[in-house]
């Protein structure tokens, strides 16, 4: 069923609470691919009704980002959460979700000044405000975030630990084309040519995992490796290469203990991430 | 029944909610007098359970605050609590609500940087932040707050309302001793010559409000008839004096909506707040 209004879902996970159904979450920008897919999956099989949304919230892009031509998909959307097993698809106005006088922040300090954070100022303060919102207007059991992206996981759990917030966090590892390219939503933006040369990504990072399993603990000689393989693709231009730890993000030089190592990667003009951990 | 953790009142909470029962909430620093138990009371009287929470929080206080002196009665705050009709009394202890590294911050921007929220920087961050944790833990139907802290509403209201927090906001009219000084936990500080000079407060403010009634709309004039007074007393020392519009709390020069004047007042060491709104 979809649906735009807050006071209609509202009213129906009333219902569902009263009844005392369990809920799960799956939160997206729509556009939906494989790697949604296996979320809204894994939340099908944990919980009595699942919602997803499909809101492309504008205060998580910045000023010169892909805010006005993020791919939609809505039609295709339903169907897959329909075929997936999803109650309920809501998709709000962002007239509906945000007010001309907003004033309300919800910022996470720690764990977002690297990586994407860094990079995207202002992203996770969007991420966290629209999630606090869908999480009062939900109210779910149960939440399920990618781990593609990485660095929000660890920021919601954080978000979700200092406020108290009454629902569990769950991740799905990352679903990739058969060619080992991460799905994202924003891989229709590729041409044919920038589609060939966003492999660079698994690629380089496969080299890395390679390294790793034989034993180099060395983070700068595993980042060069990465960095070397991406400058191999003259499409690719490095966003960041880094390799943290991967709960407090903070840098590793030496990989002892379980690390992420996460790259950003522009083909073209679209930016692409991908990520694996590493335990040692 | 005193409750001092988290899970504990979230069993009982969720009991409650199977049964289908209605919850009230009413924040306190504990300490609580008339104008608390005037909040306790109509949330007892429009609720099937009654949360008080009475817990000092340090994070809405600033480095040079009263937070080590804040003065604390949790046997005669259970009493009243008892004798209203609260079900639990919740007192945890800080490191039960604060992490080490907490790095979540809540914080609305308009409405705060104005009056207490300009004098003492950073304190309604500190009780956004609190009162998120605790909205998460107690899940009320309804929160009950005193028009003494009429900014502290309105910003809550802000918060709320941004957030898709699904609470509604009541408020109690200021509570007073029979010769007119607003009740507050903060009266225990004064000393006896304090506490007579204290009168200034409503005195000054009930003159303003004569005035507005005889049609005074200048603020300028009204303004300064209430510093007039205060500066009379010579263990005041005015912190602010102002009269804003009583919705954006923005600066009014005439009086010409519904006006809050509110006022903060140094008796001695003592910080004390009192307001009226005035509805043309």
Redesign the interface.
């Known amino acids: 069923m979809l649906l735009k209004e807050?006071k209609d879902i509202?009213s129906i996970i009333k219902d569902w609470?009263?009844d005392?159904l369990t809920i799960g979450y799956v939160p997206t920008m729509g556009c939906l691919h494989e790697g949604h897919k296996s979320l809204i999956e894994k939340a099908v099989s944990e919980n009595d009704k699942v919602v997803v949304s499909v809101f492309v919230n504008p205060t998580q892009f910045g000023p010169n980002e892909d805010y006005d031509s993020y791919p939609k998909n809505i039609d295709e959307d339903l169907e897959i959460c329909k075929k997936s097993g999803a109650s309920i698809v809501f998709n709000p106005d962002k007239e509906e979700m945000y007010?001309n006088?907003?004033?309300?922040?919800?910022?996470?300090?720690?764990?977002t000044n690297v990586l994407c954070g860094a990079k995207r100022p202002g992203h996770f303060d969007g991420v966290?405000?629209v999630l606090?919102?869908f999480f009062?207007?939900i109210?779910p059991d149960k939440a399920y975030f990618g781990e593609k992206d990485f660095q929000q996981i660890a920021v919601v759990k954080?978000?979700v630990?200092?406020?108290?917030?009454?629902i569990e966090i769950l991740s799905c590892p990352i679903v990739r084309e058969k060619d080992g390219l991460a799905k994202s939503s924003r891989n229709v933006y590729l041409s044919k040519e920038e589609r060939k040369a966003a492999l660079v990504l698994n690629r380089s990072l496969s080299l890395a995992k390679e390294e790793l399993k034989h034993g180099e603990r060395n983070s700068k000689i595993i980042k060069d490796i990465i960095v070397n393989e991406l400058n191999k693709e003259p499409l690719a231009k490095i966003d960041y290469v880094e390799i943290v730890d991967s709960e407090s993000l903070n840098d590793l030089e030496i990989v002892n203990t379980t690390a992420l190592i996460p790259i950003a990667v522009y083909i073209g003009k679209t930016r692409l991430i991908d990520n694996f951990i590493f335990n040692i």
Chains 1, 2 share one sequence.
């Open positions: 807050i509202r609470k009263k005392g007010f006088n907003k004033s309300t922040t919800v910022s996470v300090s720690e764990l966290c405000l606090s919102k009062n207007i109210t954080r978000m630990r200092d406020l108290n917030i009454n």
